[in-house]
């Protein structure tokens, strides 16, 4: 059985003409309504769009039992009198859930139903106890298999880490080293939740306040749960042409592969290697040709194989990228140079449209100046849900 592949044309049919970014963390004072209308509100504002010219609105919001209101496609009309009426519609594929809304969205346009679409990704799920946390989580997992998986989703993980490492031998290192990598990238990110360099040393040693988690994976292995939102503006790219800033899709592709892991090799990624493929061979670029890329490290192992996944390395190699240094600010292909998932945060539903956001950022020049990757071009986004099942690329590149 194979993976069900969708792909999208090379030639730009739409483009980010605007941006909002919430800071990600432990957020008590606020709530998926709150954050949702402030992404909104500040992502037409920031494209100098007014709410009147908005066609329709996908809503990025996993949930799972993270917050009570589960009805949240409406939320998005409290950030503007203008969007009343407005079609709006919530849109869920797990950790890609803000991908999914985007590819929701960028199809809205090239149907011609809509000319600028509002897409806002937002997660608050710090409100819930550690137990009520790990049980939403592995709702994205499938069930029938996992349903006794007392460690969560980091159990998920720390078993394709063990699989992983039973192939190709030990890799603590180099998961430390992409954590310290992680880690010092988001120190200069000013949205990110741990804006800490935690260094090489910490991540690769257990201790008191880096326990094992799971596994072979600690606590500097797994992403933090996080409360965020963040949210663009899409146009068509004629329309974007005419505007102060457009960042165009040059190409986008999605996988979805079988939820459970029986079957699968888990160690390779395949739907996120067929994403990859697709993507770039519809853009019609080699992986070299990327300024950075922003993927998806909701575990250092994740990381690692995707590596692989994408063709930077051979399978069982990706050590040697973030060893020799390829992957960092000024490498050969900066990867997470946001800080990541692993150092950003992990607001579910805004996962996606974040990625989407700061590499946007980067390829006009408006990133963090601690984290601008110096003259990219070319942005690549690999976003995942479960355990790469539902796999999500995009190719982004500057129109003006």
């Known amino acids: 059985m194979t993976a069900h592949v969708a792909i999208e044309s090379a030639a730009p049919t739409t483009a980010i003409v605007g941006w909002s970014h919430t800071n990600f963390g432990k957020r008590p004072e606020e709530t998926v309504e709150t954050l949702i209308v402030a992404a909104a509100d500040a992502a ?126 030990d890799q603590s290192d180099a998961l430390a080293l992409i954590a310290a990598k992680n880690h010092r990238n988001g120190a200069g990110n000013p949205y990110a939740q741990m804006r800490k360099d935690l260094g090489y040393e910490f991540c690769r040693h257990e201790s008191e306040r880096n326990p094992v988690v799971a596994g072979v994976l600690k606590r500097t292995d797994c992403s933090p749960v996080s409360d965020g939102a963040a949210a663009l503006v899409l146009a068509d790219v004629e329309t974007a042409r005419a505007m102060r800033r457009s960042v165009g899709f040059r190409a986008i592709a999605h996988v979805q592969d079988r939820l459970p892991m029986t079957g699968r090799d888990i160690v390779a990624f395949e739907g996120c290697a067929r994403a990859w493929s697709q993507a770039l061979g519809s853009a019609g670029l080699a992986l070299d040709d990327l300024s950075f890329v922003e993927t998806h490290d909701c575990f250092t192992i994740a990381e690692l194989i995707e590596y ?11 050590a040697r990228a973030v060893r020799e240094g390829w992957t960092q600010i000024g490498g050969k292909l900066p990867v997470n140079p946001s800080g990541g998932l692993k150092a950003k945060g992990h607001p579910i539903g805004a996962t996606g449209v974040s990625m989407h956001a700061l590499s946007a950022m980067q390829l006009c020049g408006e990133a963090p100046p601690a984290i601008q990757v110096p003259n990219a071009k070319l942005a690549g986004i690999f976003n995942m849900g479960g355990a790469a099942v539902a796999n999500y690329v995009s190719v982004l590149e500057r129109l003006n």
């Open 44 to 169: 037409l504002t920031h494209a100098g769009i007014d709410a009147t010219d908005v066609d329709e609105m996908f809503i990025g919001h996993f949930n799972a039992g993270f917050s009570a209101q589960d009805f949240t496609a409406s939320l998005v009309l409290q950030a503007n009198p203008g969007l009343r009426f407005k079609p709006a519609t919530r849109v869920e594929n797990a950790c890609a859930t803000g991908s999914a809304a985007i590819h929701q969205g960028i199809r809205a346009i090239e149907s011609k139903r809509a000319r600028i679409v509002l897409v806002v990704g937002a997660e608050h799920m710090t409100g819930c106890s550690a137990e009520e946390i790990g049980r939403n989580l592995l709702r994205a997992s499938y069930l029938p298999e996992e349903r006794d998986n007392r460690l969560g989703f980091a159990g998920v993980f720390g078993r394709i880490a063990g699989a992983y490492m039973e192939r190709f031998g």
């Open 308 to 318: 692989e996944a994408m063709g930077l390395t051979s399978p069982g190699e990706g």
